[in-house]
């Protein structure tokens, strides 16, 4: 009956268990097909990709840059040759650089600041390299060109001054050509005043900017297509209900950077809103030196991730690739009327050839009917059921080839999924995961002396209050303004802003000093309990035990003195003298350490004879 009843929980914990990953993949893996939640336009089949080179225009993107005074000179002169030959090869029809213009790292790179010279350094470079006259250039802040900037009006707000957008805040710029009107909106999520660095990473867009984008969006319905673009990814954004992404619900696509592909352990981070919006977070120019090419071809979007200085340069823009596909918001029954399969490829050198093959059956080469466009006659009818894949090999006449691939289908309900953890990371609101703060500890009998020693237990009792509640430091969040920093914000002249990055340096503290303080403690007084003093129990008690105990939490202490210096460095000596968490608490340590290891047996006596009540039994 018992087994048989194991059994049978075990199933049930395994159907539990199905059902639950099921959900989170439907949930975060969002197929290419979520038209069902967003009022779909009505599209002509016509006109349809053909042999002309019409209909047609594209776009650049790069993020990130991240010019420094310091670090990496390469960053600049490669970027002035971006701009000189790269955009030169080309020609698009504008340029969206998404932020972090600027590093804004001090020298020993841990503190902020707005250093004009970097902000120089990129005026010069676009004005020598002529970018802005030959194609539309919009540049817009990241939370590194908003560091320590008091106001918009203040004179360290260099991006008003060097930027060629000049413009704070969101905007509208439409794009018109003879084929129709292209809207791109910004969103700017960047925090005013900024704070110096980390309490920038998340962005925030209050009620008053979620009533002008969501303005801006109406603007845009009459647009052939609408690119929402932005510094910030959408789960790294905090906005009032409805939320960013039920705002830009009918654009075609949301450009991002911020996020640098997590250091390159997430190279291809993408993913799909459930209204049918693509998210694109483009890897950063400041290492991995990436730019993105974008394309409408007769209204149908296509994109690709590249690499600086790596030629051909090729974009497939039809048949396009089902997993970037929304029936919402393209024609994609003109992947079906096409006559032509179309390829936009750019080099330096002359384009030797263009061989395209679907399913691995080679169809020929393409010709080159203007510009970059190259085309080739084919049967959709032929590919009309399942997917396919295509391949397309581009050779220039110094023998460097380019091949890309991609999965297309004709049929809009066959769609395909986005990979879970990408969507995970940009679907999530992360700022929500980490305000909660658990509690949930398991009593043992090191616990309970902790808990019935007066001083200890009221010690740590106002160590965990003051986490929460007290201001762990007073100081200049911006230079010449105060301000206090608190776990659930920060204030600065006269400003607040909710808790986003502060909840995570939060957590860290009290999971990587607050609590080990107290588990190393409830050690020390156990040990005490046992009949040693501190000399004594390096003898009584196994080293391999003892020593990494100690060692761990000298490690951690040493963290918390590290935290005052970068809290010195950072925000200045009022700063560091007037933190209870950061300053205060190093002595306050030492003290209750030392008082563990000397305090009167006679204390102790009660749980001395309770140990030993337990060893008896």
Not at 161 to 187: E, L, M, N, P, Q
Not at 369 to 387: A, C, D, N
Not at 399 to 424: A, D, I, P, V, Y
């Amino acid at each position: 009956m018992l087994p048989s009843r194991a059994r049978m929980l075990k199933v049930a914990a395994g159907l539990v268990a199905a059902a639950l990953v099921a959900l989170l993949l439907d949930y975060y893996s969002p197929s290419g097909a979520p038209q069902q939640l967003l009022q779909g336009r009505s599209f002509a089949p016509e006109p349809a990709p053909g042999a002309e080179a019409n209909n047609l225009f594209w776009l650049v993107q790069v993020s990130d840059l991240h010019i420094s005074k310091f670090r990496d000179p390469n960053r600049s002169s490669d970027f002035e040759k971006f701009c000189t030959e790269t955009i030169g090869i080309i020609q698009p029809a504008l340029v969206l650089v998404t932020g972090d213009l600027t590093d804004a790292k001090t020298k020993d790179n841990i503190g902020s600041d707005q250093i004009e010279v970097e902000w120089q350094t990129y005026q010069t470079i676009l004005k020598r390299s002529k970018v802005m006259e030959k194609t539309k250039w919009i540049d817009i802040k990241g939370n590194h060109d908003s560091f320590n900037i008091p106001s918009l009006d203040s004179v360290k707000n260099y991006y008003r001054k060097y930027s060629a957008w000049h413009k704070d805040g969101s905007f509208h710029y439409v794009h018109r050509t003879s084929f129709g009107k292209y809207s791109f909106i910004c969103a700017d999520a960047t925090l005013v005043p900024g704070p110096k660095r980390p309490y920038n990473f998340f962005g925030i867009l209050k009620v008053s900017q979620m009533e002008e984008l969501s303005s801006l969006a109406t603007e845009s319905h009459d647009s052939n297509h609408t690119i929402w673009f932005g510094h910030y990814p959408t789960s790294t954004i905090i906005s009032p209900s409805p939320g960013i992404r039920t705002i830009m619900r009918s654009a075609t696509a949301y450009l991002c950077g911020h996020l640098h592909t997590l250091g390159g352990l997430m190279p291809v981070l993408h993913t799909q809103h459930r209204h049918g919006t693509l998210e694109l977070e483009l890897g950063d120019w400041k290492h991995e030196r990436k730019f993105r090419i974008l394309a409408f071809d007769h209204d149908l979007f296509s994109f690709a991730d590249l690499n600086f200085e790596e030629w051909p340069v090729v974009l497939v823009t039809g048949p396009k690739p089902s997993l970037y596909s929304s029936s919402a918001h393209e024609p994609l029954q003109r992947i079906l009327h096409s006559t032509h399969i179309r390829i936009l490829a750019f080099s330096p050198s002359p384009i030797k050839f263009v061989k395209v093959s679907i399913d691995g059956i080679h169809l020929g080469e393409a010709l080159q009917v203007s510009g970059p466009l190259y085309v080739l006659k084919w049967s959709p009818q032929s590919y009309s059921q399942g997917f396919h894949q295509i391949n397309v090999t581009v050779q220039d006449a110094s023998g460097k080839s380019t091949s890309q691939h991609h999965s297309f289908s004709m049929e809009e309900n066959f769609s395909l999924r986005f990979g879970l953890l990408s969507s995970w990371i940009l679907l999530v609101d992360h700022y929500i995961w980490v305000r909660p703060l658990t509690r949930a500890m398991q009593t043992s009998l090191s616990l309970h002396i902790l808990s019935k020693t007066n001083f200890f237990y009221y010690f740590f009792l106002l160590l965990s209050l003051y986490t929460v509640l007290g201001p762990w430091f007073i100081g200049e969040i911006i230079d010449g303004h105060m301000g206090a920093c608190f776990s659930f914000g920060v204030i600065v002249d006269g400003h607040f802003f909710q808790g986003s990055i502060t909840f995570i340096v939060g957590i860290l503290q009290v999971i990587f000093f607050n609590i080990p303080l107290m588990a190393y403690l409830c050690w020390c007084l156990f040990l005490r309990c046992q009949g040693n003093c501190f000399g004594s129990h390096l003898h009584n008690v196994k080293r391999y035990h003892a020593v990494p105990v100690h060692l761990t939490m000298v490690v951690l202490f040493f963290w918390q003195v590290y935290s005052c210096f970068i809290l010195l460095q950072t925000y200045g000596a009022m700063a560091f003298f007037l933190s209870p968490l950061r300053t205060w608490i190093v002595g306050l340590t030492l003290f209750v350490v030392y008082r563990s290891w000397t305090m009167n047996s006679s204390t102790l006596r009660i749980f001395i004879a309770q140990m030993k009540n337990n060893q008896s039994c």
